[in-house]
T-cell receptor, first 113, second 114 residues
Framework: GDSVTQMEGPVTLSEEACLTINCTYTATGYPSLFWYVQYPGEGLQLLLKATKADDKGSNKGFEATYRKETTSFHLEKGSVQVSDSAVYFCALTGNTGRRALTFGSGTRLQVQP | DAGVTQSPTHLIKTRGQQVTLRCSPKSGHDTVSWYQQALGQGPQFIFQYYEEEERQRGNFPDRFSGHQFPNYSSELNVNALLLGDSALYLC?????????????FGPGTRLTVL
């Protein structure tokens, strides 16, 4: 079945450092790929998405590129802020059927001033 | 737009009891999905409701059941609670069709089973 693998956390960075959170996936066909963010005590918020190979999703300075050849969707940001501290989840859905989300286990990011 | 709302926020039950969680979807959405998020883990898909019927189900036992009402709101029922059912239960709504099928999540219900 479909699966998502993320790098384990926590990831601790200083403010203005560069961020990369690795995500690889296993799926049949051509899934849509997502990054969700979960701030403390809150539900999940969609951060960005990409629906086909070579698409780049971007939002709030975060970017991720759908790489079919390496089955990857790594999350990147050039300069993190303390307010970016949260748990980040990589996820996918199939492009047929009812499109349930399959999530990775999450990566906690801690940004220090 | 109130977004996706869930009730209650927190719930404490004992083993063997039954629980009902509720979800109201975002305005204009007709599909509701439920996910279980254990502590420190990613959410796992339980099931999805559309047109008042269960359309897709994840790897969860029959103790987990649901319902969708004509106004698109939904309930998740869990019978014979186990300690392992302690988790954050997330509801997500979406609109059939379109591209991407973006799902909007509610804040969740924290269930503790003692």
């Amino acid at each position: 079945g479909d699966s998502v693998t993320q790098m384990e956390g926590p990831v601790t960075l200083s403010e203005e450092a560069c961020l990369t959170i690795n995500c690889t996936y296993t799926a049949t066909g051509y899934p849509s790929l997502f990054w969700y963010v979960q701030y403390p005590g809150e539900g999940l918020q969609l951060l960005l998405k990409a629906t086909k190979a070579d698409d780049k999703g971007s939002n709030k300075g975060f970017e991720a590129t759908y790489r079919k050849e390496t089955t990857s969707f790594h999350l990147e940001k050039g300069s993190v802020q303390v307010s970016d501290s949260a748990v980040y989840f990589c996820a996918l859905t199939g492009n047929t059927g009812r499109r349930a989300l399959t999530f990775g286990s999450g990566t906690r990011l801690q940004v220090q001033p | 737009d109130a977004g996706v709302t869930q009730s209650p926020t927190h719930l404490i039950k004992t083993r063997g009891q039954q629980v009902t969680l509720r979800c109201s979807p975002k305005s204009g959405h007709d599909t509701v999905s439920w996910y279980q998020q254990a502590l420190g883990q990613g959410p796992q898909f339980i099931f999805q409701y559309y047109e008042e019927e269960e359309r897709q189900r994840g790897n969860f036992p029959d103790r987990f059941s649901g319902h969708q009402f004509p106004n698109y709101s939904s309930e998740l029922n869990v019978n014979a609670l186990l300690l392992g059912d302690s988790a954050l239960y997330l509801c997500a709504s979406s609109q059939t069709g379109g591209t991407g099928w973006e799902q909007f999540f509610g804040p969740g219900t924290r269930l503790t089973v003692l």
